[in-house]
């Protein structure tokens, strides 16, 4: 009997608002959370928009030692880890913590906490040699992601297999990829999985801008990510987390638990192109749309929305596009796809599993969030992007993908389970 | 089950270059571990590292790689360029979507890095390399490896600190379970600028001393932390029938059994090194009787070593099994350690010998582990359990056979 992997708890902190409810509020509506960034005078670079999320450490119950402790972005994936273990029904603590394993993605760890360290450290700049008398106790924790595993490990006591898997901007998608194998192979009962990102820092923000692949539309920041737009005109990063409790099925069935669907199908692909760049067939993309479909033994037709990567950049929206048609033919007219970065931009390694929780929440709903800001479509992205509004439809497959520099491509199809009930 | 080999071995270590000059070396006890050279350590209080020394990328790489990318990736594509080769792969020898990317990282290349922050910082954001959107970030060298050799297989990177060099490759292996033939895995890593240097310092792991010989002593009663360390190996790891599609293919060995668990933060807790071992020989059907040798994680740090031998005295009672640190000679590689001491664990079956640990002269007597110190031994291996652990709790264990 082969071990299934399915999801039974969802936490979320994101532009709009801390907490799936918000979360699903926003995306339902079709409401944008993309504003002037106010985190830091970003007066002097070419792109000054972000998803913030306004989120009050003190509020969310983190205690003064967390905060000190741990960067945003850790702090992020406790918060919507303590939401996906309560929302989960599971009693942690009667769990053998070597069943319980972690896989966090992040695509670029404690950056924030990095650059304000060195900005004292090498006085704005001025010196190469760092001075060592002004490091902070947990400098080496910024230093490598990894601490941020182990601080969602600490958070629900797993002492089985804990790793962040960093894969640029899928890793949100590929560390539930990695934790449902990590159940299927039977490494771990219960994986609390996710991304986290709070990428918001100047050097990440010019990171984006020298390549000019972020969005210049600074006099109208809530409409200016707008995937398959004909006047899009790049990327609004983001930030947030989402944590999903991932179990095996049986051991959910067992408790009665309440189960939101099943991540049936994984796969990823490099592309071999470009570390930026993207060719416009999608044919890697393709590929790991068609391998995650037969691992699900699901059908092209099976697919009832596609959750789309939808970064709202011109390259991205062909590639993608392109990729949907090659793996679903004719079917791919007919299925609804939309992006949620138009609404919460782009929060790199979180974005992933963001949009797995708002998927899974679209099965609870039967409701598909819209692309916000699709007003002029371009011509030559010529599939159903679900513009503006959201749309009533029973779903039982969805596919969603990422793709991510470094040439990653990953796709994952995610299906209700029969009688799964709430 | 599908059954995974070693094929191709490219190693970057302070104590040599590729295979064979880093087997002949570390056999010999040559230490490599001397005064930093890359940047100016007066201002700081620890001053030495295992630098690899003499490699000019620009001699290996074409040029316009050169700006895109830190040391360490540079590292890292050099070596995997002399792991397919050792391999004997060419291009089209295997279908590219059957070729699987794994790496493992810990800090990213800080050393880009640093330089980029600077120029924003000192010069203004017009300064900033267009490289550094993924120059820096811990993808990288999975990116970099697939786009070199045109890999439209899987790719991953797993970060869990200094055991990802031995996570990378458990997770390359369960690629070729899933079905492709051939994977690229391992960890390269360095580390070695200003930034980084303050961030290693402030881990409190370094060791205090500064004298090459008398820094980084695992297990031994002068232990006072470890020494860092840059490069780490990279092997090609495949199926035996991908490797009888080259007939003449050496088969180093068999990547037999893999586990990791985490330690819990509370003290009545056991810490799961031990766990992870046991699970590893599980996963490989081995009696602890079967292994050969063991390579140690050896912090270097007191509770931690007196953890580890409790471990391996666990498993193998008390001077069961000889263990052994040849990252005595080259400091802690950080991701690229694991997957140097699966190499070097690997080369010990392969050549009958089992590499020392250098400078240790006190063992803790109460450790009661037969530890390999100063000389080489040589005699049959036929298995080995490499164990590591990573700061914040990580232990990651592999067991390697000879294939037969």
Same mark, same amino acid.
């Given at each position: 009997?082969?071990?299934?992997?399915?999801?039974?708890?969802?936490?979320?902190?994101?532009?709009?608002?801390?907490?799936?409810?918000?979360?699903?509020k926003?995306?339902?509506?079709? @409401?944008?959370?993309?504003?002037?960034?106010?985190?830091?005078?970003?007066?002097?670079?070419?792109?000054?928009?972000?998803?913030?999320?306004?989120?009050?450490?003190?509020?969310?119950?983190?205690?003064?030692?967390?905060?000190?402790?741990?960067?945003?972005?850790?702090?992020?994936?406790?918060?919507?880890?303590?939401?996906?273990?309560?929302?989960?029904?599971?009693?942690?603590?009667?769990?053998?913590?070597? @069943?319980?394993?972690?896989?966090?993605?992040?695509?670029?760890?404690?950056?924030?906490?990095?650059?304000?360290?060195?900005?004292?450290?090498?006085?704005?700049?001025?010196?190469?040699?760092?001075?060592?008398?002004?490091a902070v106790p947990h400098l080496y924790d910024y230093f490598t992601p990894s601490s941020m595993a182990t601080e969602l490990a600490w958070t629900v006591g797993a002492e089985g297999p804990v790793s962040v898997v960093s894969t640029g901007c899928t890793s949100g998608l590929d560390s539930v990829g990695y934790a449902a194998e990590l159940i299927m192979e039977g490494s771990a009962d219960v994986v609390v999985t996710g991304g986290t990102e709070a990428p918001l820092s100047p050097i990440t923000v010019v990171c984006f801008d020298v390549i000019r692949a972020s969005s210049t539309r600074n006099d109208d920041p809530t409409t200016a990510c707008r995937p398959f737009d004909k006047t899009r005109d790049g990327l609004v990063l983001g930030e947030g987390s989402a944590i999903i409790v991932l179990e095996e099925l049986e051991h959910a069935r067992a408790r009665g638990a309440h189960i939101y669907g099943e991540v049936a199908g994984f796969a990823s692909r490099c592309n071999a192109y470009h570390m930026t760049g993207l060719h416009p067939e999608g044919i890697e993309m393709s590929d790991a749309i068609n391998i995650a479909l037969k691992q699900a033994r699901a059908d092209a037709t099976d697919v009832g929305y596609i959750n789309a990567h939808g970064s709202g950049t011109k390259q991205n929206d062909l590639h993608e596009t392109a990729a949907f048609k090659r793996s679903l033919g004719a079917h791919a007219y007919k299925t609804?796809?939309?992006?949620?970065?138009?609404?919460?931009?782009?929060?790199?390694?979180?974005?992933?599993?963001?949009?797995?929780?708002?998927?899974l929440l679209a099965f609870e709903e039967?409701?598909?969030?819209?692309?916000?800001?699709?007003?002029e479509p371009d011509p030559e992205c010529d599939l159903d992007y679900t513009p503006l509004v959201a749309r009533e439809k029973?779903?039982?497959?969805v596919l969603t993908v990422g793709s991510g520099f470094g040439g990653f491509q990953s796709a994952m199809v995610l299906k209700k389970v029969e009688g799964a009930g709430r | 089950m599908t059954r995974a080999v070693v094929t191709g071995i490219g190693i970057a270590s302070p104590n040599g270059l590729g295979p064979t000059a880093y087997w002949r070396a570390t056999l010999h006890g040559e230490a490599a571990i001397k005064p930093i050279t890359r940047f100016d350590s007066a201002n700081y209080w620890a001053k030495i590292a295992g630098e690899v020394p003499g490699f000019e990328a620009g001699r290996h790489l074409q040029g316009r790689l050169l700006p895109q990318t830190d040391h360490m990736t540079r590292l890292?594509?050099?070596?995997?360029?002399?792991?397919?080769?050792?391999?004997?792969?060419?291009?089209?020898? =295997?279908?590219?979507?059957?070729?699987?990317? =794994?790496?493992?990282?810990?800090?990213?290349?800080?050393?880009?890095?640093?330089?980029?922050?600077?120029?924003?910082?000192?010069?203004g954001p017009e300064y900033v390399s267009a490289y550094q959107s993924f120059a820096w970030f811990y993808a990288v060298n999975t990116g970099q490896i697939s786009i070199r050799h045109g890999t439209r297989g899987p790719g991953a990177v797993v970060v869990s600190e200094q055991a990802g060099g031995i996570d990378s490759i458990g997770h390359a292996r369960r690629q070729l379970r899933k079905g492709v033939q051939l994977a690229l895995t391992g960890g390269m890593d360095s580390s070695l600028c200003p930034w980084a240097w303050v961030a290693h310092q402030a881990s409190g792991c370094l060791s205090r001393s500064n004298n090459p010989k008398r820094a980084y002593l695992p297990f031994d009663r002068d232990a006072s932390g470890y020494v860092a360390g840059e490069g780490g190996a990279i092997m090609v790891v495949e199926t035996p029938e991908s490797a009888a599609g080259r007939p003449g293919t050496r088969i180093y060995g068999e990547i037999v059994g893999y586990a990791s668990t985490f330690d819990s933060r509370m003290p009545s807790r056991e810490p799961g090194l031990m766990r992870a071992a046991e699970l590893a020989l599980r996963d490989a059907g081995m009696d602890a009787s079967e292994i050969d040798v063991v390579f140690a994680d050896a912090a270097g740090i007191p509770e931690l070593d007196k953890a580890e031998a409790e471990a391996i005295k666990g498993i193998f009672g008390p001077f069961g099994v000889p263990v052994t640190a040849p990252k005595t000679m080259t400091g802690r590689l950080f991701a690229g350690g694991g997957s140097l001491d699966v190499a070097s664990a690997i080369l010990s079956i392969y050549w009958s010998a089992i590499p020392p640990t250098v400078n240790v002269e006190n063992p803790v007597p109460e450790y009661e582990i037969d530890l390999v110190m100063n000389e080489a031994r040589h005699g049959k291996v036929k298995a080995a359990l490499v164990l590591g652990r990573g700061k914040g709790g990580f232990n990651s264990a592999m067991v390697v056979r000879e294939y037969r």
């Open positions: 009997m082969s071990r299934r992997a399915v999801i039974t708890g969802v936490g979320v902190v994101a532009p709009g608002g801390i907490g799936t409810k918000a979360y699903w926003l995306l339902s509506e079709g @409401r944008t959370a993309t504003r002037i960034i106010t985190h830091f005078d970003a007066s002097p670079y070419r792109s000054r928009m972000a998803g913030e999320a306004d989120f009050d450490p003190v509020r969310e119950g983190l205690t003064p030692q967390e905060i000190r402790r741990l960067d945003r972005a850790a702090q992020f994936a406790v918060v919507a880890g303590r939401e996906a273990m309560a929302d989960s029904g599971i009693e942690f603590d009667q769990l053998d913590p070597g @069943r319980i394993g972690v896989s966090l993605g992040t695509a670029v760890g404690c950056t924030t906490s990095l650059e304000r360290e060195f900005i004292v450290g090498s006085d704005r700049g001025k010196y190469w040699e760092v001075d060592q008398s002004y609804p796809v939309s992006g949620f970065k138009s609404m919460i931009g782009h929060s790199l390694g979180a974005i992933g599993s963001l949009e797995i929780v708002g998927s039967d409701l598909i969030p819209p692309t916000a800001n699709l007003h029973k779903v039982n497959t | 890292t594509l050099v070596g995997t360029d002399w792991a397919l080769r050792g391999a004997g792969v060419q291009p089209n020898d =295997i279908p590219d979507t059957d070729i699987a990317v =794994i790496t493992a990282a810990t800090a990213g290349g800080y050393e880009f890095g640093q330089r980029e922050l600077q120029k924003l910082w000192h010069q």
